[in-house]
T-cell receptor, first 116, second 111 residues
Framework: GAGVSQSPSNKVTEKGKDVELRCDPI?????LYWYRQSLGQGLEFLIY????????KSGLPSDRFSAERTGGSVSTLTIQRTQQEDSAVYLC??????????????FGNGTRLTVT | DAKTTQPTSMDCAEGRAANLPCNHS???????VYWYRQIHSQGPQYIIH???NNETNEMASLIITEDRKSSTLILPHATLRDTAVYYC????????????FGGGTRLMVKP
């Protein structure tokens, strides 16, 4: 079946511009996660959505970062006034159940963001 | 979540079994062992997970020692496409909303 889909796959933007990254999770998955991965580094947690509950935003690095999930499905990660240190691969993952389960996460292939 | 220790890199001949070790000596009774891999330019891919019993699926087998302080991921017949970074992670099911990926093991499958 279809996996987690992210768009665009690559995004080059100028410093100071806003960007929106999109994630389509696997149908029926109630949990959705955003991570980012800098070159050669591990994954950095950003934000977590579970059903209609308030999202866990504890990983967002600054108030320039925000995310929403509409209708419990598609999610958009927005970065305002981008900085060069925002350059990374932004990964989205979904899971059939979130907190309280051992369900594995299924990742998309990410959006590679380059801020020039 | 418990810390894990994995070798930085390993080589394996194509067609042979790849055995990837992971130490998690501080694992708690309610923490699961998960394995993911990341092939270049792709997102992490879930492989297998377990609590205390050995597990097998279409991709791999997971062998967990009786004291749960270490585990081994086994790819029974490695192919060139199995070349990737393999991550061993331990986490509780109910507490963490996030996975903490360490350095992983870079497996190189050679012809």
């Amino acid at each position: 079946g279809a996996g987690v889909s992210q768009s665009p796959s690559n995004k080059v933007t100028e410093k100071g511009k806003d960007v929106e990254l999109r994630c389509d999770p696997i149908s029926g998955h109630t949990a959705l996660y955003w991570y980012r991965q800098s070159l050669g580094q591990g994954l950095e947690f950003l934000i977590y959505f579970q059903g209609n509950s308030a999202p866990d935003k504890s990983g967002l690095p600054s108030d320039r970062f925000s995310a929403e999930r509409t209708g419990g499905s598609v999610s958009t990660l927005t970065i305002q006034r981008t900085q060069q240190e925002d350059s990374a691969v932004y990964l989205c993952a979904s899971s059939p159940r979130g907190q309280g389960s051992n369900s594995p996460l299924h990742f998309g292939n990410g959006t590679r963001l380059t801020v020039t | 979540d418990a810390k894990t220790t994995q070798p930085t890199s390993m080589d394996c001949a194509e067609g042979r079994a790849a055995n990837l070790p992971c130490n998690h000596s501080t694992i708690s009774g309610n923490e699961y062992v998960y394995w993911y891999r990341q092939i270049h330019s792709q997102g992490p891919q879930y492989i297998i997970h377990g609590l205390k019993n050995n597990e097998t699926n279409e991709m791999a087998s997971l062998i967990i020692t009786e004291d749960r302080k270490s585990s081994t991921l086994i790819l029974p017949h490695a192919t060139l496409r199995d070349t990737a970074v393999y991550y061993c992670i331990v986490r509780v099911a109910y507490a963490g909303n996030m996975l903490t990926f360490g350095g992983g093991t870079r497996l190189m499958v050679k012809p």
